[in-house]
């Protein structure tokens, strides 16, 4: 029973104990609720793309849609979006449970930044959004795992491409900090609300004008993209002014040299 607690009016050892035993209870019982609530989120974040799809496969079958190969690239395209959330879902799973391993070792974050820009350059062109790197000449290499880093990148970069109209701009920067390196990206797209800021890291949470979005993500990319970083002993954050912009950075440990 989560809800135990031992009367602690005891002064003295037994009292500590008392008091010891209350507070882990409550750790528990706090955890069970996060566990709960996870689960209600997911079967609500689940719900809707299958219930797209079974509408998209009850017209096909009952004839109000053709079954021609356009409806099936459709279907499929939901299918997609599915196997990708269960994907991010299993991923945040294992972070939140600690599990996550790295495989770390010195990363060239130039080559990492630019083969990510190289990835989003078509879509960027696509949509009229300028993409420009900057980088210093001699940036320290970090120390992390360049899948998981890449991942990080992608997910930055794929948010400012959704959330910035055509003729807006994207600039990638990185540079030291100290012992760290920073590495930005800034976007002059829609911006956030300072009052959905202090949110967009929690996993699901989508601002008000992009939960409506058909092209909108899972609401799990930068909740990920949060236990990555601090994974790797660096620290993720955003500013940003509605109608304007938003910049997303984030910090990572430099491989130390002799
Ligand atoms: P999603 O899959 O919905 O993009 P994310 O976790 O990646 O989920 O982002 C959470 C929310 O933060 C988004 O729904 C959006 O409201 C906001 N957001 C993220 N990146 C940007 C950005 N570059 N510009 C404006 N809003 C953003």
Partial sequence: ?????????????????????????????RAEQQRRQMLADIAHELRTPLGILQGQLEALLDGVLP????????????????????????????????QLRLERRPVDLRSLIEE??????????????RLEVHLPEGL???????GRLRQVLMNLLTNALRYTPAGGRITIEA???GDQVQVSVRDTGVGIAPEDLPYVFDRFYRAEKSRARADGGSGLGLA???????AHGGR?????????????????????RP
């Fill in 1 to 29: 029973d989560l809800g135990a607690r031992i009367p602690a009016r005891e002064a003295g050892e037994l009292g500590e104990v008392a008091r010891a035993f209350n507070q882990m209870a409550e750790a528990l019982a």
């Fill in 236 to 256: 993720i954050g955003v500013e940003s002014q509605p109608g304007q912009g938003s910049h997303f950075f984030f910090t990572l440990p430099i491989v130390s």
């Fill in 116 to 129: 990510a820009a190289d990835r989003i350059a078509l879509q960027a062109a696509e949509k009229g959004i």
């Fill in 175 to 177: 540079q030291p900090l």
């Fill in 67 to 98: 079954l021609v190969p356009e409806q099936i690239v459709q279907v499929h395209d939901e299918v997609r979006h599915l196997a990708r959330l269960v994907e991010d879902l299993r991923l945040l799973a294992l972070a939140e449970a600690g």
């Fill in 224 to 230: 990920i993209a949060r236990h990555l970083i601090e």
């Fill in 140 to 146: 320290p290499p970090a120390w992390g795992d360049p």
